[in-house]
């Protein structure tokens, strides 16, 4: 890492194994970004007056450049937050994710959702209560009133842009949601 790691120990004594296993996987958080300017890990036991039965709780606080994250691994959510091993999993995997997350948008690798198809209103039977949309390729595409999702039917003319989307219907396509722009 770029600066070192920190790791602070609340209510319980500090220990070298536990700083070498968090020392472990912050490395490993390298492999997924190396842009971590920041690490720092506080292991807790909140519940310290028990003899046994205490749990776990593990925070980490990552900054990367513009970014900062962090996980909180509460430690009511599991009893198995008993066993600190399970506890530094689990809080290392979400900051993984996170990572991992953050540098698939930097790429632009994220999904992008296609954008639904446009079309204008090319005619409307207000008594029946539907119409027809005419698509960027000149296809004609039946809706119901029903169909109209941020408007009313009622407020519709020939000629209003939409977005929809289309699904086949009885008598060919037809669109099942129907979106003024």
């Known amino acids: 890492m770029k600066l070192p790691l920190q790791t ?17 996987r912050a490395n490993k958080l390298e492999s997924f970004c ?5 690490c720092r890990v506080t292991i807790q036991m909140p519940h310290r007056h028990h003899h046994q ?8 606080e990552m900054t990367v450049p513009g970014r900062e994250f962090v996980v909180n ?33 930097r790429r632009g690798s994220v999904k992008s959702h296609e954008s639904l198809p446009r079309a204008r209103v090319s005619q409307l039977f207000p008594e029946e209560r539907y119409g027809f949309l005419e698509t960027m390729d000149g296809h004609q595409v039946y809706f119901h009133a029903n169909s109209v999702i941020n408007a009313k039917f009622d ?3 020939v000629g209003s842009a939409v977005q929809f989307v289309e699904e086949d219907g009885n008598q060919g396509l037809q669109a099942s949601s129907v979106k003024v722009v």
Request: glycine share 2%.
């Open 73 to 105: 691994q509460e430690c009511d959510e599991h009893a198995a937050y008993q066993d600190f091993n399970v506890a530094l999993r689990d809080a290392f995997d979400s900051a993984r994710r996170q990572l991992e997350n953050y540098m698939r948008r």
């Open 8 to 24: 602070v120990f609340r209510n319980m004594k500090k220990s070298e194994w536990i700083e070498q296993a968090v020392q472990e």
């Open 53 to 60: 039965g205490n749990l776990f709780q593990v925070r980490i």
């Open 155 to 157: 407020q519709l003319v």
């Open 34 to 38: 190396n842009r971590i300017t920041r």
